[in-house]
């Protein structure tokens, strides 16, 4: 299974923008990218994922680097409700399984 | 269209005892994935199942640990003769098919005492 490496926290300002790096220089071909996000106490939660072109919902934007070897997601403007967890995932097409790794810790300051 | 149920949230055990935990997908999803997370620690991936069939069971321990997703009816997760170690949080996770997103319950938070 390939894996990802993100930092381990990161501080941002209320509703500045947010950028979650993750690295997965090991990443195949078939591989999605998935990012979810984990709230205390709560249930991992969808956020975005994406094959090889940026996508955009209404919770964020994903951005794909040409080489597939890294992404970033990007919170347009952060909350406080936006602190929490986030996980990049690398889903493979042939095991369709989610590899969680350490994920980021994400703080909001007020 | 509600999200995905699981049940209990919450479930003491003593050691020895049998833990059943439930798993209700969303509608029309076929797919359903069960994953443990200790406490400050991520998720670690258990099983993997469409209906009526296991297909990827890597990461459940040999022993104790079961899994099933019948033709109607939840996905159950079952954990024989509980131990202290198998305190944690359970949550399952459902898809319309092997693409796209899943979607996750609220988790099962199993003590073992």
Known sequence: DAKTTQPNSMESNEEEPVHLPCNHSTISGTDYIHWYRQLP???????????TSNVNNRMASLAIAEDRKSSTLIL?????RDAAVYYCILRDTRTYKYIFGTGTRLKVLA | ????????????????????????PMKGH??????????????????????????????????R?????????????????????????????????????????????????
């Open chain 2, 30 to 63: 076929s797919h359903v994935y069960w994953y443990r997370q200790l406490p400050e620690e991520g998720l670690k991936f258990m099983v993997y199942l469409q209906k009526e069939n296991i297909i990827d069971e890597s990461g459940m321990p040999k022993e």
């Open chain 1, 76 to 80: 347009h403007r952060a909350t406080l």
């Open chain 2, 65 to 113: 640990f079961s899994a099933e997703f019948p033709k109607e009816g939840p996905s159950i997760l079952r954990i024989q003769q509980v131990v202290r170690g198998d305190s944690a949080a359970y949550f399952c996770a459902s898809s319309p098919g092997p693409l796209g997103g899943a979607f996750f319950g609220q988790g099962t938070r199993l003590t073992v005492v």
């Open chain 1, 41 to 51: 106490s709560q249930g991992p939660e969808y956020v975005i994922h994406g094959l």
């Open chain 2, 1 to 24: 269209n509600a999200g995905v149920m699981q049940n209990p949230r919450h479930l003491v055990r003593r050691r020895g005892q049998e833990a059943r935990l439930r798993c209700s």
